[in-house]
């Protein structure tokens, strides 16, 4: 079955993106799991199955297969430590994610 890529984006790609940021916030700077949920704009228990590996699994792997991905990612992250980031254009960012997982061939019009 033919799937269009956004339903493919946000079924695996969107919970992949949240749980790398979750684990990033609280592993590496040290945020507690609420706190990185007020700046992700989730709930804490989304942020422990996160953390739990949970949810987000499925998509790991479409987004480490891409260098382009990781370093929009990344460049979320910094925003979302230093306080820049505006839920607003959290949109905007899976859409560049999308774009280069669809450039990268990594998700197509076929799905996964």
């Given at each position: 079955?033919?799937?269009?890529?956004?339903?493919v984006i946000v079924r695996?790609?969107?919970?992949?993106?949240?749980?790398?940021?979750?684990k990033e916030l609280?592993?590496?700077h040290g945020f507690r799991s609420k706190e990185a949920a007020?700046?992700?704009?989730?709930?804490?228990?989304?942020?422990?199955?996160?953390m739990n590996s949970k949810r987000g699994q499925q998509g790991?792997?479409?987004?480490?297969?891409?260098?382009?991905?990781?370093?929009?990612?990344?460049?979320l992250l910094d925003k979302i430590v230093n306080g820049e980031f505006d839920f607003n254009k959290e949109v905007e960012y899976l859409c560049r994610i999308c774009e280069i997982l669809r450039k990268d061939e990594v998700v197509s019009f076929e799905g996964i």
């Open positions: 079955m033919t799937k269009p890529p956004c339903m695996y790609v969107l919970p992949a993106i949240r749980a790398k940021l979750a609280v592993e590496k007020e700046m992700l704009g989730l709930t804490q228990a989304a942020v422990s199955q996160y790991i792997k479409l987004i480490e297969s891409s260098r382009n991905a990781e370093a929009v990612i990344t460049e």
